[in-house]
């Protein structure tokens, strides 16, 4: 069985986007799934993120050029049944150099991603995508089944997610290849103190209904300072609200995929 792709997408900054990549995967390997994480933000956020070193050149760009095997930049995290293909400025090249490849430029994650999915035990690829709506964006979605965008409770939430909803429409009608579906909306920095949050939320899921995940990611302390130690949330404080948040997460995307969920590790 091929393994299940996730981008997680918002073209808006600080939104938690590589938060959620990175502890969403974290949570998954952590229950028993094998997770690889794919960064494919220049900024390579959520290299560092899971503590792995950023090595010039070392990332996921010579594969999508078709000068290297992708399945040969998979690299060991220090967390158990979690990978990563690693991110890194490179990617940066990808709005000029794609367009003047043969073939499709927007398959190019998707022809290289293939024999990873079909070549390797892997249950779920979780893809961390540039904070825009670029060629790797783009990439990512005719590479993913499902899209994931989190969305924090601000109120100009839903205008920004407005934009990545009509991108993601028009990729599904012109790319024959594009299977992407949207798997839920996911509400971050949520602060269940103000009235603000609640009706933030309260407006995101009336507009999106059972789209919007039931989990709410809280604003929280543990979960800024995680990835200044290179670590995930969950093994950087395993009881802070941040690994609850996101175990219940994993959870929730199991059982929105229909996947029997695996004993969790001691």
Known sequence: MSAIVIAIANQKGGVGKTTTSVNLAAALAAIGKKTLLLDLDPQANATSGVGVEKVEGK????????????????????????????????????????????????ARLKDALEPVLTQRDFDIVVIDCPPSLSVLTLNAFVAARWLLIPLQCEYYALEGVSMIMR????????????????????????????RLSQQVVADVREYFGEKVFETLIPRAVRLAEAPSFGKPVMYYDAYSAGTSAYSVLAEEVLSKLKIKKCKTRN
């Open 59 to 106: 990332n996921s760009y010579p594969a999508l050029l078709g000068e290297e095997k992708l399945a040969d930049l998979i690299v060991e995290t220090p967390w158990k049944d979690l990978w990563l293909i690693p991110g890194g400025l490179d990617l940066c090249g990808a709005d000029i150099e794609f367009p003047r490849l043969p073939g499709n430029h927007l």
């Open 167 to 194: 991108i993601y429409n028009q990729i599904c009608e012109s790319e024959e290849s594009c299977k992407l579906e949207l798997l839920g909306v996911l509400m971050t920095m949520f602060d269940g103190r103000t």
